[in-house]
């Protein structure tokens, strides 16, 4: 039985964990009874090329796995497979973090025979064992029987699953960059996190079992390694562990983990310069009342003390903030953007923020104001919160702000003068940003 899973990135092609998760998983259990190739698409594919390609794989079963970016084309994709198809369009499965979230939706697309929800191993495992045995005539009449949409919780022990890196489709495909998961499920409810109304029932991988993944990395030849953990630290003395097996047995790779500020302490600032990693730190905002809007307590004299070891220790780190919080303001935004430059991080990511599917803030949405798109990547465009938070045009100004940063103190690696400057000029940081993009829009 052939098993096609389909991905589309967004131009950077990373190995497809997912899908490299669950069809190591089908190979593990039914061995040489299935075929899992793996299908990874481009921004902008072709439909029609693209059906075409698929076609002639020959497959049996189809899964899909969406995201906010490849929602929409992927289900285009479904559809053009079924309307081109002559009534033999394969069976297809669609999961994915926007299945979790929205999976009536995904359920009742006309091309899209079983949305699966939630960790898909053991789902698709058991789908997979009940159509493997019958003929491709009964298979459609079989999955009908499944509950729509269909979850099976996932493992309590991580070690239970095969690795993902023992996927056939692999084989012989080199990635710069990998993902990898040590950890499954977050403690904390960020409401704006897909993560908020997911498991807070964390799971971690072995240290042994991290041992042998970090072997397979290293025999694959990986340079970039992007750890999906949703807080690396939050178990400070777990993650003290890694950074040692890190160092000890691949010290060689880059590895890039978010951690939060309130686990941080001086050891772990040692094991980071150590290792020579990069750290992403969420910042989000810099007003305590705005953060509380979001589930995230936050004292801005703690956040800055708990920065302190990874300067002594020259630890690099980069910071985000979202514009468009409840609560927030054009203003309120500068504000944070003045904060986050005085903590000279090496890098500041700015984003809209996004009213995401199955989140808490998507299901507070209207009592708080906000309007946004309905669609992917369901980025705020307003609230009506008397003119105190962000218009359409304070939104806009705030996205040119950070073009500015992007440009100037990230790409213009700028950290080793910036605040200089701001005391030079005696200028807040928002204002020498300003000017540099009245500067820019001049077309100078």
Aim: charged share 20%; glycine share 8%.
């Amino acid at each position: 039985m052939k098993i096609l899973f389909i991905n589309s990135h967004t131009g950077t092609a990373t190995l497809p964990l997912a899908s490299a998760c669950l069809a190591s998983m089908l190979e593990n259990r039914f061995g040489h009874q299935v075929d899992c190739p793996i299908l990874e698409l481009p921004p902008g594919f072709s439909l029609r090329d693209t059906a075409d390609e698929v076609f002639s794989m020959k497959p049996d079963l189809i899964a899909l796995t969406l995201y906010s970016w490849s929602r929409v084309d992927l289900l285009s994709l479904s559809d053009a497979l079924l309307s081109a198809s002559d009534s033999n369009c394969p069976l297809i499965l669609a999961g994915g973090p926007e299945v979790t979230a929205d999976p009536l939706s995904i359920q009742n697309h006309p091309s899209i025979n079983l949305a699966v929800s939630g960790e898909g191993e053991i789902a698709i495992s058991t789908i997979v064992e009940k159509l493997l045995p019958l003929p491709p005539e009964a298979r459609g009449t079989a999955l009908d029987e499944f509950p729509a949409p269909y979850s099976k919780s996932g493992p309590e022990n991580l070690d239970n699953l095969p690795s993902p890196w023992d996927a056939s489709a692999l084989k012989g495909r080199e990635y710069e960059d990998t993902v990898w998961e040590l950890t499954r499920g977050c403690p904390f409810n960020c409401h704006f996190c897909f993560e908020s109304k997911g498991s807070n029932r964390v799971r971690h991988k072995s240290l042994s079992r991290a041992a042998e993944e970090l072997k397979q990395l290293q025999e694959r030849g990986t340079g970039n390694v992007f750890l999906l953990d949703p807080t690396f630290n939050s178990s400070p003395e777990r993650a003290k562990e890694l950074l040692r097996l890190f160092i000890s047995r691949a010290p060689e790779l880059r590895y890039h983990m978010e951690v939060r500020t309130e686990f941080l302490d001086e050891e772990q600032a040692e094991l980071y310069a150590e290792l020579g990693c990069t750290l992403q730190i969420g910042l989000q905002t810099a007003h305590p009342e705005v953060a509380r809007n979001i589930g995230r307590p936050f004292s801005p004299e703690k956040f800055q003390e708990k920065l302190l070891p990874l300067h002594e220790y020259a630890v690099p780190y980069g910071l985000d903030l979202i514009y468009g919080l409840p609560g927030d303001s054009l203003e309120g935004f500068r504000e944070s953007l003045d904060f986050a430059l005085f903590c000279a991080p090496n890098h500041l990511d700015i984003f809209p923020l996004s009213v995401l599917p199955g989140t808490r803030l998507r299901e507070t949405a209207g009592g708080l104001g906000l309007h946004y798109l309905k669609r992917a990547p369901y980025t705020v465009t307003g609230d009506n919160n008397g003119g105190k938070g962000f218009t359409a045009g304070d939104l806009s100004e705030a996205q040119d702000l950070a073009s500015a940063i992007n440009s100037l103190y990230n790409k213009g690696r700028a950290v080793p003068w910036f605040l200089l400057c701001t005391e030079a000029l005696n200028l807040r940081p928002v204002e020498i940003i300003q000017a540099y993009q009245a500067y820019r829009n001049r077309g100078n």
